[in-house]
């Protein structure tokens, strides 16, 4: 019995860790600003919810906790750290 209330316990847990992101909108864009020279220095990525709710979740509270915009790294891309 003790067994049953934990394994609720642990699935309840794990759905509140997995559901902390806000939903994202069916779709949306995300425009990035770079520095190189070549072009205009910027590119857009289009998300479409459908294809991965999860990771369209995710995408969007990093995107809405300006995440990708933050300057406290050395090389300039936090989401993929140097060496």
């Not at 520095?35 to 991965?52: E, H, K, N």
């Not at 709710?53 to 995710?58: E, K, N």
């Not at 509270?61 to 993929?80: I, M, Q, R, S």
Request: glycine share 4%.
């Amino acid at each position: 019995m003790i067994f049953m209330y934990l394994s609720w316990l642990v699935l309840l847990l794990a759905h509140s860790v997995f559901s902390a992101d806000p939903q994202s909108p069916d779709k949306f864009s995300v425009v990035f600003q770079t520095s190189v020279a070549s072009g205009d220095g910027s590119f857009t990525l289009d998300v479409d919810r459908s294809l991965s709710p999860l990771g369209a979740d995710r995408f969007y509270a990093l995107v809405k906790d300006e995440f990708f915009t933050k300057t406290n790294n050395v090389d300039g891309a936090a989401f993929f750290p140097c060496c």
